[in-house]
T-cell receptor
């Protein structure tokens, strides 16, 4: 089955620690996106990539980093510079203006 | 900058009612508008996508309409069921070529038996 896989489903981060969220797709989509979702805030764009080896900052990129070395993979690293990382993170992919597909999300909690 | 607003923010109805969820956008230069469903703690599932040249799309008990000139889209749910309980989000895709959608904050729907 084609789709987007995010892992892990739950992630706990200690203060000062970097953590990486995985996003893999087998849809052969060119574009991939990372969103952050907080209660009552809707979806906010962190980073997006429209082609391999290229990515752009979204509205809230500070404290996050990404890479796009393969078409199928778009990992997100939450760095220690992100002071309020507790949130639900969603990865999505699309081709051009086609229907976007989303993963099942990763819930990150600071402990 | 595009802004997308969804009204109401929350809705609670008895089973069997017909519902209308509203989505408004400030910039009519859109390529398409998409409706999603999100269950608690889950990702988004696409329900309907309306191209800018279309007026409506239908899937089962769902019907979505688009009026670009007034900056509005509505999602009509017929004969609501408890299984329809979820958050419904709309997203407007700009026509400028960036293909980065702007999402509304969603309408949280509860259908009680």
């Amino acid at each position: 089955d084609g789709g987007i896989t995010q892992s892990p489903k739950y992630l706990f981060r200690k203060e000062g620690q970097n953590v990486t969220l995985s996003c893999e797709q087998n849809l052969n989509h060119d574009a991939m996106y990372w969103y952050r979702q907080d209660p009552g805030q809707g979806l906010r764009l962190i980073y997006y990539s429209q082609i391999v080896n290229d990515f752009q900052k979204g509205d809230i990129a500070e404290g996050y980093s990404v890479s796009r070395e393969k078409k199928e993979s778009f990992p997100l690293t939450v760095t220690s510079a992100q002071k309020n990382p507790t949130a639900f993170y969603l990865c999505a992919s699309s081709i051009g203006a086609s229907m976007a597909f989303f993963g099942q999300g990763t819930r990150l909690t600071v402990v | 900058k595009q802004e997308v607003t969804q009204i109401p923010a929350a809705l609670s109805v008895p089973e069997g009612e017909n519902l209308v969820l509203n989505c408004s956008f400030t910039d009519s230069a859109i390529y398409n508008l998409q409706w999603f469903r999100q269950d608690p703690g889950k990702g988004l599932t696409s329900l309907l996508l309306i191209q800018s040249s279309q007026r409506e799309q239908t899937s089962g008990r769902l019907n979505a309409s688009l009026d670009k000139s007034s900056g509005r889209s509505t999602l009509y749910i017929a004969a609501s069921q408890p299984g329809d309980s979820a958050t419904y989000l709309c997203a407007a895709l700009p026509s400028g070529g960036s293909y980065i959608p702007t999402f509304g904050r969603g309408t949280s729907l509860i259908v009680h038996p």
